[in-house]
């Protein structure tokens, strides 16, 4: 098929349950996210349609109305008071989501953090204050998770450091070693340190509760101007059992 008849070939997306039809050249305008990348002509033999030109995706059906909206128009829309109205009057109202529900998504299609922010004149105070809950949240449980990355590389110790700024030099190519781990402390390179510095207290104790053996250490390093200052956090779990793990290895030759 050729670029143009591949363009404007019509697909359909059944998310959840819930079927979308668009053209796959309005998925392909932005290539830097998970729609965009995936119906590129270059992986057009990866795919494997369920009906031809249908393609199945497991995620909130509801909430994909939204993202369908951004490709088209290039930004969100966000949910409003008047969705939920709605709701109450039709329950089968397949566009209400909230707005939790829609930045998961949001963060699954890939779509970029600069299309994300809602019209600050018609954001209220608290709903500021759940994007950011959300964004902390989301930090911790990425934290976690490096945690248990680490020692799955037989790593003993998550140890990562959190700017106030980029430095002038020598900046970091990545905030760890580990792909996968850099891949989930990413999106917090410019808010983990504003995140340990106003919450240390509360995002160790949660920490602990899911880890209750760790050794927690975050020291705040000032620096001179124009340096930035930064957080040296380490996380320390137990030292491994050699012979623990021989015991479920191969290389046990104790039959």
């Known amino acids: 098929m050729g670029d143009y008849n591949l363009s404007k070939e019509r697909i359909i997306l059944n998310v959840g349950g819930v079927k ?6 309005t998925l392909t305008a932005y290539p830097e996210t998970l729609l965009g990348t995936m119906f590129q002509e ?14 199945f995706i497991d995620r909130n059906g509801k909430a994909f109305h939204y993202i369908l909206e951004f490709y088209r ?10 969705d939920t109205d709605t709701k109450t009057t039709n329950f089968c109202c397949y566009t209400f989501v909230t707005r ?37 949240d989301g930090f911790v449980k990425a934290l976690l998770e490096s945690i248990c990355l680490a020692r799955q ?22 905030i760890h070693s580990q792909p996968n781990i850099d891949k989930l402390l990413k999106p917090y390179v ?3 340190y504003f995140m340990l510095e106003m919450f ?21 390093r000032f620096k001179y101007e124009p340096e930035p200052n930064y957080f040296d956090l380490k996380i320390v779990g137990n030292v491994f059992d050699k012979n623990e793990i021989l015991k479920y290895s191969s290389l046990n030759f104790n039959l």
């Open 42 to 55: 270059r992986n057009h033999a990866l795919l494997h349609p369920t009906n031809d030109n249908e393609y």
């Open 153 to 174: 590389d037989y790593q003993n110790i998550l140890h990562v450091k959190f700017y106030d700024r980029l430095p002038t030099k020598d900046v970091p190519k990545s």
């Open 200 to 220: 240390p207290k509360p995002i160790e104790h949660y920490i602990k509760k899911y880890i209750p053996d760790i050794r927690w250490s975050l020291d705040k």
């Open 73 to 82: 128009t290039g930004e969100i829309i966000w949910p409003s008071q008047e």
């Open 100 to 136: 939790k529900e829609l930045l998961k998504e949001l963060d699954y299609f890939q779509i970029p953090m600069k299309e994300m922010s809602p019209d600050k004149h018609n954001m209220s105070a608290e709903e500021e204050y759940k994007l950011l809950a959300i964004k902390l």
């Open 20 to 25: 979308y039809e668009t053209y796959r050249s």
């Open 190 to 192: 410019s808010s983990g």
